[in-house]
C-alpha cells in the first residue's frame, strides 16, 4: 500500500528497529499523528496463545484511568426499577420489549448494549442483529449483569473490552492524540496488566510477545513490554 507524504514524514520520526521505552512511545505517538481530527492510539499486542484452543483464549475488560476519549453510546435492557437505575447513571437509551422492536426495525445508533440477566430471554431475540456488530452483551465483558449502575458509569467512563484475534494479536484503543503523554502511558499500562492477569492456563511459553502503538493512519512505534508492566506496577 502506497503512503501519503505525511505519513511518511511521520516515519522517519520512529526507529523501527527499536522498542521505545514507554514514555517515550506515548510522545511519539502523538508526535507522528498524522491526521487533522483528534486521532485515536491504538495498541496491538501479539501474544504467545493459539487462539484456536478453547484453553488459550484471551478475552477481558479493563476500566481505563484516563477514558478513551470517546463518547460511548449506551443501550441498556432493563424493566422496573433496574431501568430507572440506567437511566440514572447516564444510558442513552433504555426499554424492554419496546427496545427490542425498534432494533429490529433498523435502529442501532448506539455502542454498547448491557442488559439485566432477566432480560436476555428477550434480548436472546436480537441474537443474528447484534451478534454481527459484536454488540450482544456477554458476562464476559461485564455487561449481562444486575449492578446496571456500575455497568454503566464503567462503560462511559472508560471500560474497554478486550479479545484476542484469530491472528493471536489483540487490538484495543488507549486515548487520544490529544491527551497528554502521561495519560497514554497510564492508559496503555492498564491495559497490558490487564491481560497479562487474564493470561489463560494453556498459554506456553513467552505470554507478551510485542507490543506496538500508533494513532489512526500512523506508524507503528514498537514498546518496550517490561517497560510498561513495571509502569503499571508503579
Known amino acids: 500500500m502506497a503512503h501519503g507524504r505525511k505519513y511518511l514524514e511521520a516515519a522517519k520520526l520512529v526507529d523501527h528497529g527499536r522498542a521505545y521505552p514507554p514514555d517515550e512511545a506515548a510522545r511519539l505517538a502523538k508526535e507522528t499523528t498524522t491526521v487533522k481530527f483528534d486521532a485515536t492510539v491504538e495498541a496491538h499486542l501479539r ?3 493459539d487462539p484456536r484452543h478453547a484453553d488459550q483464549m484471551v478475552r477481558g475488560t479493563v ?26 447513571a447516564g444510558a442513552d437509551e433504555v426499554g424492554g420489549d419496546d427496545l ?21 430471554g428477550m434480548v436472546g431475540k436480537l441474537g443474528k442483529i447484534l451478534g454481527r456488530r459484536g454488540l450482544m452483551p456477554n458476562p464476559k465483558a461485564g455487561t449481562i449483569t444486575f449492578d446496571v449502575e456500575r455497568a454503566v458509569k464503567e462503560v462511559k467512563g472508560g471500560r474497554v473490552e478486550f479479545r484476542v484475534d484469530k491472528t493471536a494479536i489483540v487490538h484495543a ?16 499500562a492498564a491495559l497490558v496488566d490487564a491481560i497479562n ?38
Open 47 to 49: 501474544l504467545g496463545v
Open 63 to 88: 476500566v481505563l484511568p484516563h477514558g478513551t476519549g470517546k463518547i460511548v453510546r449506551v443501550a441498556v435492557f432493563a424493566q422496573g426499577e433496574k431501568a430507572q437505575e440506567a437511566l440514572r
Open 100 to 120: 427490542v422492536k425498534k432494533i429490529e426495525g433498523g435502529w442501532l445508533e448506539f455502542d454498547v448494549a448491557i442488559a439485566t440477566p432477566d432480560s436476555m
Open 173 to 188: 484503543p488507549v486515548g487520544k492524540s490529544s491527551f497528554e503523554a502521561n495519560a497514554l502511558l497510564d492508559n496503555l
Open 197 to 234: 492477569r487474564a493470561k489463560p492456563a494453556g498459554a506456553k511459553g513467552q505470554y507478551l510477545r510485542s507490543l506496538t502503538i500508533a494513532s489512526t493512519m500512523g506508524p507503528g512505534i514498537r514498546v518496550d513490554v517490561p517497560g510498561v508492566l513495571a509502569a503499571a506496577v508503579a
